[in-house]
């Protein structure tokens, strides 16, 4: 059971480039989520995905877009990368509903544009 | 959004003592979770505490929410602990939306 998988683990680009972050899960969640998390700081929601074929901002959502056509990916697209936003990008999934949601985190991409 | 304050923002310990971290919340939430960042950084889920007191081995946590504050105990601390401990909470009208803290950065020495 793989859980939250997350590619590249480490990508530098250059100012001005695009990239597409991949976020697959295994665990038939049915929210998915992308935070991004500048140092020393906690993590900050970028995208967040109830279900397939729908997706909503959250807290820096400038700068990114996402997609959602299947429960099990849910990749994060920059189209023109900026020094603001080098940071180490987390995908995380859970269970929708009260209680413990089973949040499961990957294990982070990290992003430098120079 | 949410305001979510951790304290201490740095804690070093010496193996076998025992910590107490903090964590207050400026509104009304319907979900609480404390997660662990090791020092690779890898976010592991800790607790899902909304209100009231849960064990997990040496850890502990209870929130008060009328009070607005959460407090997670970790007794006999090893070096494992280390890494860096986050309050994350959301409030029922945002969905699945959770606000972060600042993080606790604990260090166990041996």
Known sequence: NAGVTQTPKFRILKIGQSMTLQCTQDMNHNYMYWYRQDPGMGLKLIYYSVGAGITDKGEVPNGYNVSRSTTEDFPLRLELAAPSQTSVYFCASSYSGEGDYGYTFGSGTRLTVV | ?110
């Not at chain 2, 009328?66 to 997670?72: A, D, I, K, Q, V």
């Open chain 2, 1 to 110: 959004g949410i305001q979510v304050e951790q304290s201490p923002p740095d804690l070093i310990l010496q193996e076998g003592a025992n910590s107490t971290l903090r964590c207050n919340f400026s509104d009304s939430v319907n979900n609480l979770q404390w997660f662990h960042q090791n020092p690779w950084g890898q976010l592991i889920n800790l607790f899902y505490i909304p209100s009231g007191t849960k064990q997990n081995g040496r850890l502990s946590a209870t929130t008060v929410a009328t009070e607005r504050y959460s407090l997670l105990y970790i007794s006999s601390s090893q070096t494992t602990d280390s890494g860096v401990y986050f309050c994350a909470v959301e409030r029922s009208d945002t969905g699945n939306q959770f606000y972060f803290g600042t993080g606790t950065s604990l260090t166990v020495i041996p």
